[in-house]
């Protein structure tokens, strides 16, 4: 670790942990209600268990994003961040902001929440991953204008590189993108149009250039690869990214009652948003492979290509599976959708931050390149049960979802929602199983941090 203010981050990334560790915990009781319905009814019911596992997914994304953000750019602009003192308020605002949210979904009726929050003042509430009442939204906004205050301005100040100005520029687009879940009108067409200018131009737009230069980053520091080569990768990806994420916004448009073009402006441009994963995943292993030094932190090696391998497969090759506007007819909303939504989130989002989390963790604990090779043994094992385990959950629900469609959707004879649920309910009790060993892995993972063992060095 070269600058003292870096270690702001190591907040960021704890408090990631264990939001991380509460999704998987949240996720495990939405599994078992799928196949028990009264589970923990009616103190947790199953909308409030997805409320807080799709909160918390989001809210700990964003808190090892912020993280990455105060580690890379004082390293990447060559000097102290520029004000540490806002990143710590700011982190203990949004921690407490975010500990509230989750306390009123658990402890108050929704219905209740809203009217303690007075959101009929400005309605924005009871909107899918944006439940969150209004005065957290603003919350979010004045967090997000300190954070990318405190950024842009060691950037402006300091060296400027393309990591980190693809960093800045994917972090604007965050709290630009994050503004239309304050807009809430009331005709559903125009709601559900720019709900997903948030929802879809944040995991398939900005978020893409936040993962991109973080890679990038850990990449540069593993390899040794000139930085040259390494940045004009960056730039095709994150331009490939973005063409075909913003127009890819049109595969939600099909049957919301928006104009016809859309379901060929949606099927052209999102069947091309696997090109950029597959590139970035042929990067990440051109790089390794090219590298001139042998960093001794394996760990965040393993992370950083196990993202680019399991972002290609879940948000492109599972994404590609349904985003065609004929298939989508037949599998929009079935558990094809939750398939997707798994491992494309695990793959491009958590295991870039955990990529992060491994390569900056020792610099910050114990001021060595890498943990002790017991240690990263043990995180390694954790990877694999994860990823592996994400897999599976993958495979079961996207059997699930083709089941589904030919039950409910194709058939001769449909079958209702709930009939077909029922006939689907052995992929749902191996993916409640598999959830088990994901939360094992995971465990395994936060097991590493207290491993004993030498800190390893820097070979060369």
Known sequence: MKYKSQAV???????????????????????YQYVVGDF?????????????????????????????????????????????????????????????????????PYAQLAELTMNELWPT?????????????LGIVVVALGFLFNIGMTILTGRKTVVNVVMLTGLLGLAVFFLF???????????????WWTVHLWVEGTWELILGSILAFVLIK?????????????????????ITGILGTGHHYYWIGTPEYWQLVGSVFSAMEPIPFFMMTVFAFNMVNQRRKDHPNKAAVLWALGCAVMAF????????????????????????????GHMAFYGAYAMIVLAMISYSMPFMTHGKPANSNKAQIIEMWGFWLMTVSIVFITLFLTGAGILQVWLQRMGTNPESFMAA???????????????????AGLLVYFYSFF????????NA
């Open 9 to 31: 981050a190591k907040l960021y990334f704890i408090a990631a942990l264990v939001l991380f560790a509460a999704q998987v915990i949240f996720g495990l009781i939405m599994a």
């Open 125 to 137: 509430m009871g909107r899918e991953f944006l439940e969150q009442p209004t005065i957290t939204k």
């Open 451 to 458: 491993a004993g063992g030498e800190p390893k060095e820097e």
């Open 40 to 108: 923990l009814f009616p103190e947790i019911p199953f909308n409030v268990a997805r409320m807080v596992h799709t909160n918390t997914l989001i809210v700990w994304l964003l808190f090892g994003f912020m993280g990455a953000a105060y580690y890379l750019v004082p390293e990447e602009s060559e000097r102290e961040l520029y004000s540490p003192l806002l990143a710590k308020v700011l982190f203990w605002v949004f921690l407490v902001a975010a500990g509230l949210t989750v306390a009123g979904y658990l402890l108050v």
């Open 181 to 195: 879940s304050l807009y809430n009108p009331a005709n559903l067409v125009l709601d559900k149009y720019w709900w």
């Open 222 to 242: 593993t390899t040794g690869v000139d930085r040259e080569v390494i940045e004009k990768w960056l730039y095709v990806i994150i331009a490939m990214a973005l």
């Open 313 to 340: 497969l879940g948000a492109g090759v599972w994404g590609f599976l349904h985003t065609l506007a004929p298939v989508n007819y037949y599998t929009h909303g079935t558990q094809i959708t939750a398939a997707h």
């Open 421 to 439: 649920q029922d006939s689907i309910s052995i992929f749902y009790w191996l993916r409640f199983a598999t959830g088990w060993v994901f939360l």
